[in-house]
């Protein structure tokens, strides 16, 4: 049954989200909000109707900045069916089996000629240019937009023809999930080395990013998700410091969108990718935001109702999927699926199951007209709750360079936040565990769990954690210092009224400390993890041969850190032996000659003995980390 008219309490899940009111000291963080203050959203039942799911995500429309030298702003999906080769070959419909351009391919000229509900879902649609060419794909990208085709695009176009999805669905205990989902033409993840772009991988056509906010039962936003990458999104609650918006009272967030990968992210700066899995790439793998030259696509960017587009629900991808299943799907890997096939290859919910198929619109309408489908695909699209319900789900690794994060969470008193609808009852109330600073002491109705985010780990030293009721939350930390990550876990902390625990990490393992009596209370399960910057790979390697000698010359950063060993050998498969003659470099040494070649890039030149030697590899180290170059040798 539908209600005609219903207070909803807004959830904001941009990635993963998680909250508990505390300040950040540091320069580039927001006011921390009161949770009694927190905006209350006084809308119409989301379900009752197009335009009622609208106006809650006006209201909630974050702020996107993009940066300026990404060459791909968020558009509409239609941009890249009228994309057009120079032999006006439109997108080409693919399947497993199917080798790029394109021979024998069905040409697909708008995304209505997709099958409605269901569809081959190894079934993929290739782009007009170059699978592998991120500037081809950037000018097709601009020229389907009507632009010119030039070496950037005007601000001010980027700004009309950007366009945002959302799409709104109703959760447990009156919760009400609205997902925002921004689609650039094109993925590409820089690695960088020393501050500069060695090479780019994770290249793919088409790229969904996703923040979501999800609403409280009595209207107020509680928690945010900000999708990054496939499984490294990061909550946030509403209050937070550590979210950005224009004002204190403001409904509108704004997020950072990483060059090339477009992850989300709540500041600028460096961001290192931060899951377990990810950690050897840690030190190159660098969603960094520029905080300087970004372009920001106002709530004002017109949205699109996913659930009214015709697309929605084909289980195929939206780019050239080779279906690789090698380690090369890290440097090329498959389009993306549509959001709500998102959902259903995870196996979650079908919001699609039983969908009726829109009803008929023109090309140049993305929205089709009536009722029925989206209200059938909002009714049926998944519960956002699952991102928060659970105390390991807040565990989560900061992404700043030096920053630091602390959750404190009690399950029970969690599972009775959420089964009240993110309203809170008389006991998560009347226990009020929280995170304090010295200037905020006060309870202010905290939300569960207890979170903090720093921008520098050095703020984690002045937090203190208290209820007013017996409680045993556990207790996770986490801090980035440059090369080093530290994780520490302290289960079922005791902690009663009155006593005040600070964390203590001079010395390892961490503490929690009584305020009062300096008395250790608990001691943390360790783990420290070395993040390692890699080498970058030697570039443009030369081997000419000089009578008995080789005359061997490479490309590489002016970086005193990195070590390199030049070897010739007779046979590529003969340079892995050891015994080989050797010569060691390092920027800045003797013993070889050194020429700039700009300000970040050195051609080393060494000569060594060869005599018979066919091949030679040069080869960078750092901290046991290598990357190596193999060259033949020229007469």
Request: net charge positive.
């Amino acid at each position: 049954m539908i209600r005609a008219a219903v207070t909803v309490a807004l959830v904001v899940v941009v990635g993963v989200g998680a909250g508990l009111l505390l300040r950040d000291s540091g320069k580039d963080t927001g006011p921390v909000l009161d949770w009694a203050t927190t905006p209350r959203l006084d809308v119409p039942d989301p379900l009752a109707g197009t335009e009622q799911a609208r106006a809650l995500a006006l209201a909630l429309q974050p702020t996107v900045s993009v940066q300026v030298k990404d060459g791909f702003w968020p558009v509409s999906v239609l941009t890249v069916f009228r994309e057009r080769t120079r032999a006006q070959h439109g997108v080409c419909l693919g399947k497993a089996g199917y080798r790029e351009r394109r021979r024998g391919c069905k040409i697909v000229g708008d995304p209505r000629e997709l099958p409605w509900e269901g569809g081959d879902a190894e079934a993929f649609i290739d782009y007009a240019p170059p699978s592998r060419d991120a500037e081809d794909q950037r000018r097709a990208a601009v020229a389907a937009l009507g632009l010119p085709r030039g070496r950037s695009t005007p601000v001010s176009e980027q700004r009309r023809t950007a366009r945002v999805y959302f799409y709104v669905t109703p959760g447990s205990a009156g919760t009400v999930g609205v997902q925002y989902w921004f689609f650039y033409a094109y993925n590409y993840e820089p690695f960088r080395v020393a501050g500069q772009t060695v090479f780019t991988a994770g290249l793919h056509e088409g790229d969904f990013e996703q923040m979501s906010v999800l609403v409280s039962r009595d209207g107020r936003p509680v928690y945010v998700w900000l999708a990054r990458h496939c499984c490294e999104g990061h909550r946030f609650t509403w209050e937070e410091g550590a979210l950005q918006r224009e004002a204190a009272d403001s409904t509108h967030l704004r997020v950072y969108a990483a060059r090339g990968s477009h992850a989300l992210f709540e500041s600028c700066g460096r961001k290192k990718r931060a899951t377990a899995e990810q950690l050897p790439a840690l030190g190159v793998i660098d969603d960094s935001v520029d905080c300087g030259e970004t372009i920001d696509f106002s709530p004002e960017t017109p949205l699109i109702n996913l659930a009214m587009t015709s697309w929605a629900c084909w289980h195929g991808r939206f780019g050239f999927s080779p279906h690789l299943r090698n380690s090369l799907k890290y440097e090329f890997s498959d389009g993306p699926s549509s959001p709500l096939d998102q959902q259903r290859r995870r196996g979650r919910v079908n919001p699609c199951a039983g969908a009726p198929a829109p009803l008929a619109h023109t090309a140049e309408r993305e929205e089709a007209p009536g009722a029925a489908t989206p209200f059938h695909l909002q009714r049926q699209g998944g519960d956002l709750m699952f991102l928060f319900d659970s105390c390991p789900k807040w565990d989560q690794l900061p992404a700043g360079p030096t920053s630091g994060y602390v959750v404190a969470c009690d399950d029970g008193l969690l599972h009775r936040f959420t089964a009240s609808g993110l309203t809170g009852d008389d006991v998560t109330r009347a226990t009020c565990l929280r995170l304090v600073t010295p200037e905020h002491g006060d309870c202010r109705d905290a939300v569960a769990p207890a979170v903090y985010h720093a921008t520098h780990a050095a703020q984690l030293d002045g937090l203190r954690l208290t209820a007013d009721q017996p409680v045993t939350p556990r207790v996770f930390a986490a801090v980035r210092d440059h090369g080093r990550l530290f994780q520490a876990v302290f289960d079922a902390v005791a902690l009663r009224p009155g006593r005040r625990l600070r964390l203590d990490r001079r010395r390892t393992p961490w503490t929690l400390v009584d305020d009062g009596t300096a008395r250790t209370v608990a001691v943390a399960d360790m783990r420290k993890t070395r993040v390692v910057d890699e080498p970058p790979s030697p570039g443009d390697v030369e081997a000419v041969r000089r009578g008995d000698d080789i005359a061997v010359s490479f490309v590489a950063p002016p970086d005193r850190t990195v070590g390199y060993r030049v070897t010739a050998a007779s046979s590529a498969a003969e340079l892995n032996d050891s015994g080989l003659p050797v010569r060691q470099l390092r920027f800045g040494a003797a013993g070889h000659d050194e020429r700039r070649l700009g300000k970040k890039r050195i051609r080393y030149s060494v000569t060594l003995p060869g005599a018979g030697a066919a091949f030679v590899r040069v080869v960078a180290l750092r901290d046991g980390v290598s990357h190596s170059m193999t060259a033949p040798v020229r007469p």
